[in-house]
């Protein structure tokens, strides 16, 4: 009988996609892992199986920048769990994953143990934080003005506002996305209005801090 449960595990690590593999299935046997190397195929997976348990994520995929595969996993998918694997354990990282809607954040470092018992709790619908970091709670409470803001944008918005961080012309991004310069004028026009923002200077600052992990306020 097959599994009503999925996880689905994005790293391109080999090693570690194994084990991560392996901790799911010590831990839930029952459950169906789901191994992509990328984050197209990660978006693909997530399409086949809108009702996954969980993502585990490694930020450092080759295709990944910052907590932007975060950011397009909560827009595109946001029923899906998503707790994020990675060395970077700095206080201001962990506060943007919270503040984007992850889950939890399993450092590499973790203990084989512990990564199991995270695991769990994360399959059981819990979140997990690195000692002494603020609550998902508090963190979102400061910045939940910026979070909302964020989900109000459409994948296409977003990707406008990821092109707009990297300093691309209306024309080259038009040239990127296959649309219209006009089009996406309307766009920007449209993002900078659910972001509060009033340029295209402030949305490129904000985008930079979030998805590199800066600190970022609710303002």
Same mark, same amino acid.
């Given at each position: 009988?097959?599994?009503?449960?999925?996880?689905?595990?994005?790293?391109?690590?080999?090693?570690?996609?194994?084990?991560? !593999?392996?901790? @799911?299935?010590? =831990?839930?046997?029952?459950?169906?892992?789901?191994? #992509?190397? *990328?984050?197209? $195929? +990660?978006?693909?997976?997530?399409?086949?199986?809108?009702?996954?348990?969980?993502?585990?994520?490694?930020?450092?995929?080759?295709?990944?920048?910052?907590?932007?595969?975060?950011?397009?996993?909560?827009?595109?998918?946001? !029923?899906?769990? @998503?707790?994020? =694997?990675?060395?970077?354990?700095?206080?201001?990282? #962990?506060? *943007?994953?919270? $503040? +984007?809607?992850?889950?939890?954040?399993?450092?590499?470092?973790?203990?084989?143990?512990?990564?199991?018992?995270?695991?769990?709790?994360?399959?059981?619908?819990?979140t997990w934080w690195p000692?002494?970091?603020?609550?998902?709670?508090?963190?979102?409470?400061?910045?939940?003005?910026?979070?909302?803001?964020?989900?109000?944008? *459409?994948?296409?918005? +977003?990707?406008?506002?990821?092109?707009?961080?990297?300093?691309?012309?209306?024309?080259q991004i038009a040239g990127?996305?296959?649309?219209?310069?006009?089009?996406v004028k309307t766009h920007?026009?449209?993002?900078?209005?659910?972001?509060?923002?009033?340029?295209?200077?402030?949305?490129?600052?904000?985008?930079?801090?979030?998805? *590199?992990?800066?600190?970022?306020?609710?303002?």
């Amino acid at each position: 009988m097959p599994s009503s449960r999925t996880v689905i595990v994005a790293d391109d690590h080999p090693l570690l996609s194994v084990a991560l !593999r392996l901790g @799911v299935q010590r =831990v839930a046997p029952d459950v169906q892992v789901i191994e #992509v190397a *990328s984050l197209k $195929a +990660l978006r693909e997976a997530a399409k086949v199986h809108p009702d996954a348990t969980l993502i585990l994520l490694d930020l450092m995929m080759p295709d990944v920048e910052g907590l932007s595969a975060l950011q397009f996993l909560r827009q595109e998918h946001p !029923r899906i769990p @998503v707790a994020l =694997v990675t060395a970077n354990q700095e206080r201001s990282w #962990v506060r *943007s994953a919270q $503040a +984007l809607g992850a889950v939890g954040f399993l450092p590499k470092s973790t203990p084989l143990e512990q990564t199991h018992d995270i695991i769990s709790s994360l399959l059981a619908g819990g979140t997990w934080w690195p000692p002494h970091q603020p609550s998902p709670d508090r963190e979102r409470g400061q910045a939940s003005s910026v979070e909302e803001r964020l989900e109000k944008l *459409s994948p296409q918005e +977003l990707r406008i506002l990821l092109h707009i961080k990297d300093g691309r012309l209306n024309k080259q991004i038009a040239g990127d996305l296959g649309i219209s310069e006009s089009t996406v004028k309307t766009h920007i026009s449209t993002l900078l209005r659910k972001l509060d923002l009033q340029s295209r200077t402030q949305a490129a600052v904000l985008a930079q801090r979030l998805l *590199s992990g800066a600190p970022v306020q609710g303002s």
